[in-house]
């Protein structure tokens, strides 16, 4: 017999006050419309989708989504088909919404219900997508990916080859874009970048006529020639730097500001948190704040980085603990601070790029990390 299990949703931290939580994310829905808009004019006459994988970065698909639509954007790009389910009363009726995965076995006709095109990453994807159409007597939409050389997802080059010279295999397809992904786009130098394109526009010759997508949000920075019919911006919608080692055209989209819940005064020698990995050299004031690495703030960035009051930078010391982190604030005046104060630990000192850097990891998994017990405040989406 089956066991029986059943499945419940994460027990919500959220009562909708602000004052209980330990921080509050503040998400800024106007400058991610405003990059859209940027990257709309890189693109000219090339449509831009908008990548909402992942809750839009963890940003919350829900509300960015929308308001994206109100800039025009008519094409929307998640990895799962639950996401793509969960986000289709959110978009407009004509917007296009595309499952980056691919339908897994046996959900292809769920796909047709409703309305959600998958993007077929292999000859077995391809197998079913066809043979529901033919079932069904009517081409059905989807998208082939072609893989270039991330070797991830998508046709190898003998797959795509087989896919071109046996008009059999793709009967019933309707082919929306032959599609591709690049594997180091945010590096403009890396030959890879052109090696996949040029493998790109072999395969797509090879197949029959389709519009093409190939760019992320950095191959759209690395030139027209990478922009085909449609391009797939993510991280740079939500403010993530597009080229490593040029400055950030694109408007930071978060800010993340945490509650000091503790104050105390040490005596040199006394160590900080856990395994005692900083002790004070002198006497040094301590402020515990409530954010810690089931928050998604990395352990990796214990007694590394720093928040911030005003211009003053407060230096992490000790640990990042689950819960909670903990600051010198020793060159603050006694009061200038009280349990309840608010310090920027994301916002104008301290991008999510530069605190990925230090913590050794990018801007997309800090994004991504950001935590469930967060108050989340949205800025007004409004068209300025
Ligand atoms: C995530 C993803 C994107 C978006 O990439 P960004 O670098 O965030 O712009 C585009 N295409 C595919 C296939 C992806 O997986």
């Known amino acids: 017999m089956a066991q029986a299990f059943t499945s419940a949703p994460p027990l919500s931290a959220r009562t909708g006050r602000s004052e209980h939580a330990g921080a509050i994310l503040t998400i800024d829905l106007a400058a991610i419309r405003a990059n859209y808009r940027l990257l709309k004019g890189l693109l000219g006459k090339v449509a831009c989708a908008a990548v909402v994988k992942a809750d839009a970065y963890g940003l919350g698909a829900a509300r960015v989504a929308p308001q994206l639509a109100l800039e025009g954007c008519a094409h929307f790009f998640v990895a799962h088909l639950d996401e793509a389910l969960a986000l289709r009363p959110h978009l407009p009726q004509d917007a296009a919404l595309y499952v980056l995965h691919g339908p897994p076995a046996g959900t292809d006709a769920e796909f047709v219900a409703s309305g959600i095109v998958p993007v077929l990453n292999s000859l077995s994807q391809l197998a079913a997508w ?98 085909f019919d449609l391009a797939r911006a993510g991280a740079a919608l939500y403010g993530i730097a597009p080229i490593v ?99 920027e630990l994301i916002g104008p000192h301290q991008s999510p790029d530069a605190l990925a850097e230090v913590a050794g ?24």
């Open 245 to 343: 080692g040029r400055p950030n055209p694109l408007a930071q989209a978060v800010r993340l500001d945490a509650r000091v819940i503790q104050l105390r005064t040490i005596a040199a020698g006394t160590s900080v948190g856990y395994d005692a990995t900083w002790t004070a050299p002198a006497p040094r004031r301590i402020a515990t704040v409530a954010t810690g690495y089931a928050d998604g703030f990395p352990r990796s960035l214990s007694n590394r980085a720093s928040a911030w009051l005003g211009e003053l930078a407060l230096p992490l010391v000790g640990r990042v603990s689950m819960d909670t982190l903990t600051l010198d604030v020793s060159a603050l005046e006694e009061g200038a601070l009280v349990p309840g104060d608010l310090v």
């Open 130 to 227: 066809t043979a529901l159409a033919r079932a069904r007597g009517r081409a059905l939409p989807a998208l082939l990916q072609i893989d270039t050389g991330m070797s991830r997802l998508g046709l190898s080059e003998e797959e795509q080859k087989a896919v071109s010279e046996e008009p059999a295999l793709r009967e019933g397809l309707e082919l929306r874009y032959v599609m591709s992904h690049l594997a180091c786009a945010e590096l403009v130098d890396d030959p890879l970048n052109a090696r996949q394109l040029a493998r790109f526009c072999a395969a797509r010759a090879a197949l029959p006529r389709a519009p093409a997508t190939l760019a992320n949000s950095s191959g759209i920075f690395l030139g027209p020639e990478y922009h």
């Open 361 to 384: 990891t990018n801007g997309y998994e800090i994004l991504t990390s950001l935590g469930a017990r967060y108050f989340r405040r949205y800025l007004d989406g409004a068209a300025p």
